[in-house]
């Protein structure tokens, strides 16, 4: 009966991405230049599919790791580490030289980078000894001041950049929708792909790490190594989505939130599977919505921000911070 | 399950932040009986017990589970052998009291259960009154219901040695009567438990073997009847104890 449920809404969520889908590909299609225009919204739509899986995927992944709901890899300061090895890279090389690296190998290096640092960082934050992920004030609290700190190391080398290196910074500070990094699409889906996959091969073991370090190690979990993996996957994930659109603060915990309520008592499986398409519904369905309705009178990131930012304040002040 | 061979405990240490919590333990754990582990607040027995399950890395010396050292051993095998069940079990996942008993399967079916798997999962649902409960959500449950859950999903597991921190903690009477005897039946089919118990009645009425703990040293061990002596508890409790005697085992009144 349960599952009867459960698939029943998955059922129809998987109709209204598909609905949606074909809105923003075929609404408001003129009678001139369809292929044009049909590949430019196909480039577009999978660029919007890419980046939601990504943000979903990252944040479930993220939120077993930390033991908790409302920390996302936005919160603990992922994407300003992706925006501080940018700036860096612009401080370094001068605007010339960061247009001229090549955008395949340049996105690469930086997923790299940032892998290595996240891990460095947030696994022994999260990993270190007995219970110290079930400390949440501690885990957050550090996780916001990596955050503010990356910001400002940021901010710091952004003001001692020339006006037209730090214009280059700004233009990939901002998460935008409506003009998606098309180029780094092929890059982004070679990455993000085989890493959800991944993720979802892992699904059974994150419904064990779900349980507890204690429960974990005595069900012969190899603790350290799902955490250190699902810790990757979320770097890798978030570089791709961040790479691909700017930082998206709140994208996650929405999704996120909307998940548990859809899926309450859903495996890990299912949970990744599901936040994808939500993550997709929202971003395609709002997207065609202030693209073809609202004349781009507003932006979708803001939106996505302001209502995520009530859903965390909300969440916190009903005290659900596991 | 092999049931063979004992726990081996040699030389183990361990600091917490430059603090002595064990001194050097020597110990050797029997199989097929159930081991009491009793001590004042602090004394070590949770380390202790966590350190022999690998929950804590060892820092110095060595332990051996039914011969296989616990510091070499892939812990997927360790769970073969061990099941563990501590003091915090904080879930972050929603699940209901059968998915969580189910997950004691893991070290058997990785989550691909099989009918062996769900009938052992039925049995323990059984076993631990938690039939009327199986379809509920574990955070709709009261503590001492959610303990026979996590115990139910350690039994499960179907090891030679199970080792329990604490487990009577927020039962009441009647159900930690029913663990102890369901434990007993356990060692009778030949399983083993290291148990950590606050109740000293308990220890005497269901335990074989007592070992008794204080400020990190082993301060006695053996059957019931030789360590839980009035000399003995009431310089373990640094308080006077009297110790009576019921149906041929001590009776522990320590309110007099």
Same mark, same amino acid.
């Given at each position: 009966?349960?599952?009867r449920?459960?698939?029943?809404?998955?059922g129809?969520l998987?109709?209204?991405v598909?609905?949606?889908a074909a809105l923003w590909?075929?609404?408001?299609?003129?009678a001139?230049?369809?292929d044009?225009?049909?590949?430019l919204r196909w480039?577009?739509?999978?660029?919007?599919?890419?980046?939601?899986?990504?943000v979903a995927?990252?944040t479930?992944?993220?939120?077993?790791?930390?033991r908790?709901?409302i920390?996302t890899?936005?919160?603990m300061?992922?994407?300003?580490?992706y925006l501080?090895?940018?700036?860096?890279?612009?401080?370094?090389?001068?605007?010339?030289?960061? %247009?001229? &690296?090549? $955008?395949?190998?340049?996105?690469?290096?930086?997923? @790299?980078?940032?892998? =290595?640092l996240?891990l +460095?960082? !947030?696994?022994?934050?999260?990993g270190?000894?007995?219970g110290?992920a079930e400390?949440?004030?501690?885990?957050?609290?550090?996780?916001v001041?990596?955050?503010?700190?990356f910001?400002?190391? %940021?901010? &710091?080398? $952004?003001?001692l950049?020339?006006p037209?290196?730090? @214009?280059?910074?700004? =233009?990939?500070?901002? +998460?935008? !929708?409506?003009?998606?990094?098309?180029?780094?699409?092929?890059?982004?889906?070679?990455?993000?792909l085989?890493?959800?996959?991944?993720a979802?091969?892992?699904?059974?073991?994150?419904?064990?790490l779900? &349980?507890?370090r204690e429960?974990?190690?005595?069900l012969?979990?190899?603790?350290?190594?799902?955490m250190t993996? +699902?810790?990757?996957?979320t770097?890798?994930l978030?570089a791709?989505s961040?790479?691909l659109?700017?930082?998206?603060a709140?994208?996650?915990?929405i999704?996120?939130?909307?998940?548990h309520?859809?899926?309450?008592?859903a495996?890990?499986?299912l949970?990744?599977?599901?936040a994808?398409l939500?993550?997709?519904?929202?971003?395609?369905?709002?997207q065609?919505?202030f693209?073809r309705?609202l004349?781009?009178?507003?932006v979708?990131?803001?939106v996505?921000e302001?209502?995520?930012?009530?859903?965390?304040?909300?969440?916190l002040?009903?005290?659900?911070?596991? | 399950?092999?049931?063979?061979?004992?726990?081996?405990?040699r030389?183990v240490?361990h600091?917490i932040?430059?603090?002595?919590?064990l001194?050097?333990?020597?110990?050797s754990?029997?199989?097929?009986?159930v081991?009491a582990?009793?001590g004042?607040n602090?004394?070590?027995k949770?380390?202790?017990i966590?350190?022999i399950?690998?929950?804590d890395?060892?820092?110095t010396?060595?332990?051996?589970?039914?011969g296989l050292?616990v510091?070499?051993?892939?812990?997927?095998?360790?769970?073969?052998?061990?099941?563990f069940m501590?003091q915090h079990?904080?879930?972050?996942?929603r699940l209901r009291v059968?998915?969580?008993v189910?997950?004691?399967?893991w070290?058997?079916?990785?989550g691909r259960?099989g009918?062996k798997?769900?009938?052992?999962?039925?049995k323990a649902?059984?076993?631990?009154?938690l039939?009327?409960?199986?379809?509920?959500?574990?955070?709709?449950?009261?503590?001492?219901?959610?303990?026979?859950a996590?115990?139910a999903?350690?039994?499960?597991q179907?090891?030679?040695?199970?080792?329990?921190?604490?487990p009577?903690?927020?039962?009441?009477?009647?159900?930690?009567r029913?663990?102890?005897?369901?434990?007993a039946?356990?060692?009778?089919?030949?399983?083993?438990?290291?148990?950590?118990?606050?109740d000293?009645?308990?220890?005497?009425?269901w335990?074989?073997?007592?070992?008794?703990?204080?400020?990190?040293?082993?301060?006695?061990?053996g059957?019931?009847?030789?360590?839980?002596?009035?000399?003995?508890?009431s310089?373990?409790?640094d308080?006077?104890?009297?110790?009576g005697?019921?149906?041929?085992?001590?009776?522990?009144?320590?309110h007099?």
């Open positions: 009966m349960r599952d449920k459960t698939l029943i809404r998955l129809l998987v109709l209204a598909g609905v949606a590909m075929f609404q408001g299609l003129g001139g230049r369809r044009f225009v049909l590949a480039e577009k739509l999978i660029a919007l599919v890419l980046i939601g899986a990504s995927v990252a479930v992944l993220f939120q077993t790791v930390s908790n709901r920390l890899p936005s919160i300061g992922f994407d300003a580490l501080l090895i940018q700036t860096l890279a612009v401080a370094m090389l001068g605007v010339t030289g960061f %247009a001229m &690296l090549p $955008g395949g190998p340049k996105f690469l290096i930086e997923t @790299a980078l940032m892998t =290595a996240a +460095a960082l !947030f696994g022994t934050l999260l270190r000894g007995a110290s400390d949440i004030a501690r885990t957050i609290l550090t996780g001041v990596l955050g503010i700190l910001r400002a190391g %940021a901010s &710091l080398i $952004g003001r950049l020339d037209n290196a730090y @214009a280059t910074v700004q =233009a990939v500070s901002f +998460a935008n !929708f409506g003009r998606p990094n098309a180029a780094l699409v092929g890059w982004g889906a070679a990455l993000a085989p890493a959800m996959g991944l979802l091969w892992m699904g059974p073991r994150l419904d064990v779900g &349980l507890g429960r974990a190690v005595s012969g979990l190899r603790y350290r190594v799902v993996g +699902a810790l990757a996957l770097a890798v978030v791709v961040t790479a659109v700017g930082p998206v709140f994208l996650g915990l999704v996120a939130g909307l998940t309520g859809l899926f309450p008592a495996r890990h499986r949970r990744l599977v599901t994808a939500i993550a997709c519904l929202l971003l395609v369905l709002g065609w919505l693209e309705f004349g781009r009178q507003a979708l990131s803001v996505i302001f209502a995520g930012g009530i859903l965390f304040l909300a969440l002040l009903k005290g659900r911070i596991r | 399950m092999s049931g063979t061979g004992g726990i081996d405990v030389g240490t600091r932040h430059g603090t002595t919590i001194q050097p333990i020597d110990l754990l029997p199989s097929g009986k081991t582990l009793i004042p602090g004394a070590g949770s380390t202790l966590r350190l399950a690998r929950i890395p060892l820092q010396g060595e332990v051996t589970v039914n050292d510091r070499q051993t892939p812990s997927a095998r360790l769970a073969l052998e061990m099941a501590g079990s904080g879930l972050v996942s059968r998915e969580l189910a997950f004691g399967r070290p058997h079916c990785h259960p009918p798997d769900r009938a052992a999962v039925e649902l059984a076993d631990f009154d039939l009327p409960l199986a379809d509920r959500f574990m955070d709709e449950l009261s503590g001492g219901q959610a303990q026979r996590h115990l999903m350690t039994v499960v179907e090891t030679p040695w199970l080792l329990l921190d604490e009577l903690n927020n039962l009441d009477l009647a159900h930690a029913a663990l102890m005897a369901h434990l039946r356990l060692r009778d089919e030949g399983r083993s438990v290291l148990i950590v118990l606050h000293l009645n308990f220890a005497s009425g335990a074989d073997h007592v070992v008794a703990m204080k400020d990190g040293r082993i301060l006695a061990e059957v019931p009847a030789e360590v839980l002596t009035e000399p003995r508890l310089e373990l409790y308080t006077p104890i009297t110790v005697s019921y149906q041929g085992r001590p009776l522990i009144l320590h007099l």
